[in-house]
């Protein structure tokens, strides 16, 4: 059964503490692999996409960087305004999207 | 670049009572948009895929009858959720693929709908 799994579900870090969110994946064939940041009450904003194995995107203190079985989001030096749940999807060749469960991040000031 | 807008952004009815969802792509055109809900705290469950000028697709276990979805042209879909109960409210996003580009969704703000 094609899966996104996203780890850890929770993340406390201090402001300043780098650290990286993971997302892995079983699916038939990627189109593309999506990040997004969604806050409370709002819908997802677009972060990354990414293709291929060994592409990476990087955006202010985001990087996301992908294999064929996974992807990272890492995040250096975060701050408050960081904190956010951070989604995971994942598109087959057929447009079927596949959405995560999500990290929640709490960044500490 | 990419903006969705969904109107309305908050809207509470009365049980049996119908509510119409606009989602808009403000600055491209789309042929296909997503209709999603969430529930607090978990993740997108997709309901149904509209392509513009023809009839949505619906995921399993989603009424077609009692959620109606129609993409008149390649900025607008609506989705009307028809004699709406209790158990339909939930916080619902649509999301926008551009004409030609990328395989990327632009999602809306949402919409909160809650039934009394």
């Known amino acids: 059964e094609d899966q996104v799994t996203q780890s850890p579900e929770a993340l406390r870090l201090q402001e300043g503490e780098s650290s990286s969110l993971n997302c892995s994946y079983t699916v038939s064939g990627l189109r593309g692999l999506f990040w997004y940041r969604q806050d409370p009450g709002k819908g997802p904003e677009f972060l990354f996409t990414l293709y291929s194995a060994g592409e990476e995107k990087e955006k202010e203190r985001l990087k996301a960087t992908l294999t064929k079985k996974e992807s990272f989001l890492h995040i250096t030096a975060p701050k408050p305004e960081d904190s956010a749940t951070y989604l995971c999807?994942?598109?087959?060749?057929?447009?079927?999207?596949?959405f995560g469960k999500g990290t929640r991040l709490h960044i500490l000031p | 670049g990419a903006v969705v807008s969904q109107h309305p952004s908050r809207v509470i009815c009365k049980s049996g009572t119908s509510v119409k969802i606009e989602c808009r792509s403000l600055?491209?055109?789309?042929?296909?948009m997503f209709w999603y809900r969430q529930f607090p705290k978990q993740s997108l469950m997709l309901m149904a895929t509209?392509?513009?000028?023809?009839?949505?697709?619906?995921e399993q276990g989603v009424e077609k009858d009692k959620f109606l979805i129609n993409h008149a042209s390649l900025t607008l879909s609506t989705l009307t959720v028809t004699s709406a109960h209790p158990e339909d409210s939930s916080f619902y996003i649509c999301s926008a693929r551009e004409l030609g580009r990328s395989p990327t969704q632009y999602f809306g703000p949402g919409t909160r709908l809650t039934v009394l």
């Open positions: 509209s392509n513009e000028g023809s009839k949505a697709t619906y």
């Open positions: 999807a994942v598109q087959e060749r057929d447009d079927k999207i596949i």
């Open positions: 600055d491209f055109q789309a042929t296909t």
